[in-house]
Every structure is written in C-alpha cells, then in structure tokens.
C-alpha cells in the first residue's frame, strides 16, 4: 500500500517557541534596528514602548516563520507572505521610501519620532515583559 500523504507541518505558535531563541531573535532584531536607524538617518518614537513592541513581534516572527514579517499588519498567510519578502522588515516601502507603518523607524518630519537611535535590548524587555505574543 502507499504511504499515506504527508501533510504540512503546522506553523509554530509563538507561544509554543523556545524562549532562548525569541531571546536571541530580539537581541538581534534590536542590534539590526539601531544599525538601520543609524545608517538611515531614522530614530525610534519618543515613546519607547512603541518600537520595543514592533520589535518583540519581529524576534516572534524570525522564531516562527523564519523572517521578520512586519508585525503590524494583518496577513491572510503568513507563510506565505514571510517566503515573499516584500513585508519582511526593512519591508519594501521603507527601503524605497523611508515610509515605516509600524512607526519602528521614523523620519524627522515625523511628529512622533524622538532623538534615540539606540535601544537597549534590556529596555525592550522592560516594555514588552507584560504583553503576550503577538501570534
């Protein structure tokens, strides 16, 4: 008899990640952030608690789907859109226009952007240690 067809394997949940490796994806998500911020010419919000919460989402979405699929919007699939690459982070539109929807990187005409282009890995911890995933 043949085998029985195989089925996909299921995306990981956030929720089901191994908490050292959201750990390690956020410190590197951060450490790509400040870079990105600097070599842009971008800052973070005045609110730090914004880009700290773009930021987890990101370290989530690296762990679970392999890239760093913008967390702020909503996607039919997932997988799919993290295979394409045009929302993975930096996403096309702010490569090519410095236009940032998840207000993670922000021009100066931008009413909400502040001076620091440095997040401490520890301070995005601090905001986001109360929040459950983003999944």
């Known amino acids: 008899a043949p085998p029985p067809p195989r089925r996909a394997a299921a995306p990981l949940m956030a ?3 191994d908490p ?3 750990a390690k994806a956020l410190k ?5 952030a400040n870079s990105y911020c ?8 005045s609110d730090p608690s914004i880009p700290s919460v773009v930021l987890k989402g990101l370290a ?3 762990v679970t789907l392999g890239a760093p699929l913008c967390p702020c919007r ?7 859109e993290a295979k394409d ?10 490569r090519e226009r410095h236009e940032c929807h998840c207000m993670l990187f922000l021009t100066a005409d931008n009413e909400f952007a502040g001076d620091s282009q440095t997040l401490q890995v520890e301070e995005v911890v601090k905001y986001t ?3 459950g995933s983003i999944m």
Not at 28 to 32: E, K, V, Y
Not at 38 to 45: E, L, R, S
């Open 15 to 17: 929720e089901d990640a």
């Open 74 to 80: 909503h996607y039919e699939d997932k997988q799919a």
């Open 28 to 32: 590197a998500m951060t450490g790509f």
């Open 85 to 94: 690459g045009y929302w993975n982070c930096p996403c096309v539109p702010m």
């Open 60 to 62: 989530e979405h690296k």
């Open 129 to 131: 240690e109360q929040m």
């Open 38 to 45: 600097k070599n842009t010419g971008t800052t973070y919000c």
């Open 20 to 22: 050292e490796k959201i």
